[in-house]
């Protein structure tokens, strides 16, 4: 039995909410699949993925945070029948060396892209939705963020533009076969500068402080998250200071025919939503 419906999994996370919301507007028939979603989808769980990639054309596929599992689900979905395959990965992927952060996405990229199926590859910069709907917003909302992030810039995307260009890879089969589009936004910015026009728009007097990557990982353990995540979150940081993905792309406007948003759009929205306020 062939099928059109495209399965969006993390449907309940940043991204896939986004993305499946776009693609109902546009009258494509989505299977939103999570851990809480009535499809259910756990990664640790492969008895749940085979019912979820029942008659499904196309894939939005947000990798486990752990290496590994997508080798299989590929396998899977090679077997059921799908087409084509969407990744969301990370900001230049291929330039990380020896880093250990995002094992979990190069071994995710390995297995899409060795696959027999279609696919495309969406790599992102950091969002700028962090600051207000992930680890960054609390500790902005007190007044406060401490990163061990110093003067290397970096090319913060909307995660609304990142929504738009998923959805868009996912409606247009054989356009983007083969293709990895580096995502950024405009113009890249320092910490200090985000959080600087963050504070302008919310009216606030907010501050940013550089630490050591060995103290947020300890400030991230003492707060509740777990080492091994503390220490993944680290290193991002340290990635980062190496300069190698902080430089801006035109891919957003390769994929959508337009200008990223700016931080300062994000900033002026997330504000009159009283993102920052006490």
Known sequence: MSNDTTLVLGATGKTGRRVAARLRLHGTPVRAASRTSPTRFDWSDPGSWDAALKDVA??????????????????????????????????GADTWGDSTFGLDMRSAE????????????????????NFDEDVFHAPLVAGELALPAGAVPEPFIDIEDVADAAAAVLSEPGRHAGR??????????????????ISRASGRPLAYRRISPAEYAAKLVGEGVSEDDAHHVAEMFVLMERGLISATTDDVATVLGRAPRTFEDYAARAAAAGAWQR
Do not use: C, I, K, M
């Open 58 to 91: 196309v894939a939005y596929v947000v990798a486990p945070n752990v290496p590994g599992p997508v080798h299989e689900f590929v396998a899977r979905a090679e077997a059921a029948g799908v087409r084509r395959l969407v990744l969301l990965s990370g900001r």
């Open 110 to 129: 390995d297995a899409v892209r060795g696959s027999t199926l279609e696919w495309t590859v969406l790599r992102p910069s950091n969002f700028a939705q």
């Open 180 to 197: 990895v589009y580096e995502l950024t936004g405009p113009r890249a910015l320092t910490f200090g500068e985000a959080v600087e026009l």
